[in-house]
């Protein structure tokens, strides 16, 4: 296995890149960039390139070296693996759901025609209901406590990846690319919904956890 990390480098927050330098693989930085221009750039790295493995992780994110490692063992029999975090300091929640169809979280965001979803966030957003309750009752529907992903078998299927170091063989990424959905959702979403629609399992490494810094806000 010959793999490389794939860093999401938008914002510069000293702590995960530190944590990000300390890990023993080579890396990709991708400074600057935004989601939708990272498009372009990412398959274009990736086409360039040799490495069997690309993994890729957040620019908010905390990974260790033992989370790296794990999700490499895991790698070297299943196609795509992650590992997992929690949705935010003040959501305590996984951002992996277990199985293989997304809850209602991932429906709102990646299943619903865009225009329906963007309206049905704009109202969440305005207080009808009220946003963060409303988020919450979602994403307890959508993903387990942190607890209960705690107590799940050490690897089990996902129908998400969470771009918490999320590993993947090279045709793979050169298949289904990096891509951003239009207007809502974010591209590990969108690459979850691809994977799922080409009938590609994931899986996550229960003791592959990343701290993830930022809130949802």
């Given at each position: 296995m010959k793999p490389i990390l794939i860093v999401m480098h938008a914002r510069k927050i000293p702590a995960v890149l530190q944590a990000i330098r300390a890990l023993e693989i080579p890396k990709a930085w991708f400074k600057g960039f935004t989601e939708v221009q990272l498009q372009e750039e990412i398959p274009r790295f990736i086409r360039s390139t040799d490495y069997t493995h690309y993994s890729i992780i957040g620019d908010d994110a905390l990974p260790t070296r033992e989370a790296l490692r794990l999700v490499l063992e895991a790698a070297r029999s299943k196609e795509v693996v992650t590992g997992w975090s929690n949705m935010a300091p003040d959501v305590p929640v996984a951002s992996v759901a277990p199985g293989e169809e997304p809850g209602p979280w991932s429906s709102l965001a990646f299943g619903l025609p865009t225009p329906v979803a963007a309206s049905l966030k704009r109202l969440l957003r305005a207080g009808i209901p009220p946003f963060p309750q409303a988020r919450m009752a979602l994403l307890r529907h959508s993903f387990p406590t942190m607890a209960a992903l705690r107590s799940l078998p050490p690897i089990f299927r996902v129908s998400n990846v969470s771009w918490t170091?999320?590993?993947?063989?090279?045709?793979?990424?050169?298949?289904?690319?990096?891509?951003?959905?239009?207007?809502?959702?974010?591209?590990?979403?969108?690459?979850?919904?691809?994977?799922?629609?080409?009938?590609?399992?994931?899986?996550?490494?229960?003791?592959?956890?990343?701290?993830?810094?930022?809130?949802?806000?």
């Open positions: 170091l999320t590993t993947m063989p090279r045709r793979l990424w050169l298949a289904h690319g990096f891509r951003k959905p239009p207007f809502l959702g974010g591209s590990d979403g969108f690459e979850s919904k691809a994977l799922r629609h080409a009938g590609i399992e994931a899986w996550c490494v229960r003791d592959a956890f990343v701290y993830h810094l930022h809130s949802m806000e």
